[in-house]
């Protein structure tokens, strides 16, 4: 205990209760000046005041940063698409007017229509990133093809793919669907 606080002290003539509180409080008053003044009662040092307010204030920048930039993800996934969607809108007005259609013009005209509307479809895919993995009489890739069937074959060599039964597809080279294959043993 400080001087003064013990002369304080005689002259009160605590109890036990009331002299361990009176301890505790010249305990505080001799800590180093490192714990934050609030705490200590005292008014606090401008420059550190300065620097617990810009403290606070970057962690609230962080903290609204961080919800801004998890909100423009989620429109990102939700609105992603747009652009893909905008270009298939097309496709399907050009097969809502052939089944209109349909039952007045001639079958091949019908099936030339949904050719012209099937490759428009792929054109629009191409354009998103969307490629046909070519399968037929290449070797057997693991990664890019599904072997659902074997055969015996005097046309193909071993571990070839003799036939698709499944188209499989790529997005921006990356598999999204193997193609479903017969192979060659």
Excluded: W
Excluded at 65 to 82: C, H, M, Q, S, T
Excluded at 161 to 179: E, F, H, S, W
């Amino acid at each position: 205990m400080t001087k003064k606080k013990r002369d304080d002290a005689d002259l009160n003539e605590p109890n036990g209760a009331e002299q361990g509180a009176a301890e505790q409080t010249a305990e505080r008053a001799e800590q180093p000046a490192s714990e934050p003044a609030a705490a200590e009662g005292k008014p606090a040092d401008p420059e550190e005041e300065a620097l617990n307010i810009r403290f606070m204030r970057l962690s609230a920048d962080f903290a609204n940063f961080k919800k801004r930039v998890e909100k423009e993800k989620a429109d990102i996934y939700r609105l992603g698409n747009e652009k893909l969607m905008l270009e298939l809108l097309p496709v399907l007005d050009n097969i809502d007017r052939a089944l209109s259609h349909a039952d007045e013009s001639p079958k091949e005209k019908f099936v030339e229509g949904v050719e012209m509307i099937l490759n428009s479809l792929l054109a629009a895919l191409k354009n998103a990133g969307l490629s046909e993995i070519d399968a037929a009489g290449q070797p057997f890739d693991h990664n890019a093809h599904h072997a659902v069937l074997t055969e015996d074959s005097d046309d193909f060599d071993s571990d070839t793919v003799t036939g698709v039964l499944q188209k499989g597809y790529r997005l921006n080279d990356k598999v999204i669907r193997p193609a479903m294959v017969k192979v060659a043993k």
